[in-house]
């Protein structure tokens, strides 16, 4: 356990320092406090130490410092050989054995043919379904005549995926290239109604719905009474007034957040004297011999701090650490 110093230890400490400083050695300007043994001999060996040229010495200055830190490690002192100059063109070169380009030669006619490219003008035929050959005027003008895009297409049927063509189902019928889709008929207690056609609202039908019968219906009218303690209904404005004036339900504690919050019970003088039943999660007893609160866990009591002494440092410790 940590110790603290009193003011005894303290007064202990202060002597030691002081005894201690009696034997130092005051400071002398332009002096240091080890023995100074920088003699003659070895002022000599001193000058003896020149400035690095290339007559010698040993010591580098700044700028020979500078100069070598920019200098790549293996470098050399290289100088790129010259050779003739060309203009720009189409040239047969010659490269020695460091890569340089050492001559150049102007590439003739006889070069080219030399390397199979024929001499003289290469005339071609217009194509046809058997040969290659250049694109006839025809050829060209139907080309022309082709939208960009355009295939050879077939209609394909219709699916869930593919737009095609599709067969006029079951109920419809085509009148000049026209579906034309019956009306709807209404159900009636015994029979279902079919689909089809919506019948047309008339003015002033806005509020009304269409009805399984076919037919456009004012909706009943349904009224509720205010909700009572004894039976279910619309809000009340007293009731929406109380209920605003709570807060969100987060900022209300709920049952299980304050269970175990601690009550103070009591006090008692010893440890023995806690109860030990009919006790609840969260009480706290004051038990005068220890000084401390104790607090009940569910199952057992449960001391809320410790018991701890600081001792201070004694003489004796602080004379070894002079020693």
């Not at 050879?152 to 290239?177: C, F, H, M, Q, R």
Request: glycine content about 12%; proline content about 2%; hydrophobic content about 35%.
């Amino acid at each position: 356990m940590s110790k603290y110093l009193d003011l005894t230890g303290l007064e202990r400490f202060l002597g030691k320092i002081t005894a201690l400083l009696t034997g130092k050695v005051d400071k002398v300007e332009g002096k240091g406090l080890s023995t100074n043994d920088y003699d003659n001999t070895a002022k000599a060996l001193v000058e003896k130490l020149g400035t690095a040229d290339a007559a010698g010495g040993t010591l580098m200055t700044s700028e020979q410092a500078s100069k070598l830190s920019g200098i790549e490690a293996g470098a050399n002192n290289y100088t790129h050989p010259g050779y003739t100059e060309h203009a720009s063109g189409l040239y047969k070169v010659t490269v020695d054995d460091k890569g340089h380009v050492s001559a150049a030669v102007t590439v003739t006619k006889t070069d080219i043919t030399d390397l199979g490219i024929p001499a003289s003008d290469t005339t071609y035929n217009a194509a046809t379904t058997e040969a290659d050959g250049l694109m006839s005027a025809s050829d060209k003008s139907k080309l022309e005549g082709i939208a960009s895009g355009a295939n050879n297409y077939s209609l394909p049927a219709a699916t869930a995926d593919d737009l095609g063509g599709v067969k006029i189902g079951s109920g419809l019928s085509v009148t000049e290239g026209r579906i034309a889709v019956p009306g709807m008929t209404g159900a009636t207690q015994s029979t279902g109604g079919t689909a089809g056609l919506v019948p047309a609202s008339a003015a002033g039908d806005n509020g009304r719905f269409l009805r399984a019968d076919g037919t456009w219906a004012e909706p009943d009218n349904t009224e509720y009474e205010a909700a009572t303690q004894a039976s279910a209904g619309l809000m009340s404005a007293a009731d929406k007034t109380k209920l605003d004036g709570f807060g969100s339900a987060d900022t209300y504690a709920l049952k299980s957040d304050i269970t175990n919050v601690y009550r103070y019970k009591g006090s008692v003088a010893a440890v023995a004297d806690l109860p030990a039943s009919g006790n609840t999660a969260g009480d706290v007893y004051d038990v005068q011999e220890r000084g401390i609160n104790y607090a009940w866990t569910g199952s057992a009591w449960d001391a809320l701090g410790e018991l701890f002494a600081v001792d201070s440092i004694t003489n004796a410790e602080i004379d070894s650490l002079f020693e």
